[in-house]
Nanobody
Framework: VQLVESGGGLVQRGGSLRLACAASGSITRDNTMGWYRQNPGKGRELVADMTTGGIINYADSAKGRFTISRDNAKNTVYLQMNSLTPEDTALYFC?????????????????WGQGTQVTVSA
């Protein structure tokens, strides 16, 4: 599975950005796609993710400001980010978890994009 991100950039405090991530390759019927972010010297943290069935998780920092959506027909996930602050500055990674059903149950395969930089100026 390949993940191609777009939409990062530089924006002023209070501004908005929309990230997009298109998946290609062996896309399974059931999967989760979403976004993590990371700053130098820190761990990668979940921003938001969404299953093909529409179940959504948001980090507390994203609730009320960010909206995740997806187009299952296009295997694309979007992250609309509003009211951005300098604390949102990070490298944002697209993430996909493909669910594969096997005799013993299910297996999950994780994939990551290359990352897109989001910088919010004060």
């Amino acid at each position: 599975v390949q993940l191609v991100e777009s939409g990062g950039g530089l924006v002023q405090r209070g501004g908005s950005l929309r990230l997009a991530c298109a998946a290609s390759g062996s896309i399974t019927r059931d999967n989760t796609m979403g976004w993590y972010r990371q700053n130098p010297g820190k761990g990668r943290e979940l921003v938001a993710d969404m299953t093909t069935g529409g179940i959504i998780n948001y980090a507390d920092s994203a609730k009320g400001r960010f909206t995740i959506s997806r187009d299952n027909a296009k295997n694309t996930v979007y992250l609309q980010m509003n009211s951005l602050t300098p604390e949102d500055t990070a490298l944002y990674f697209c993430y996909a978890k493909m669910v594969v059903y096997i005799i013993e149950g299910k297996s999950e395969l994780d994939y990551w994009g290359q990352g897109t930089q989001v910088t919010v100026s004060a």
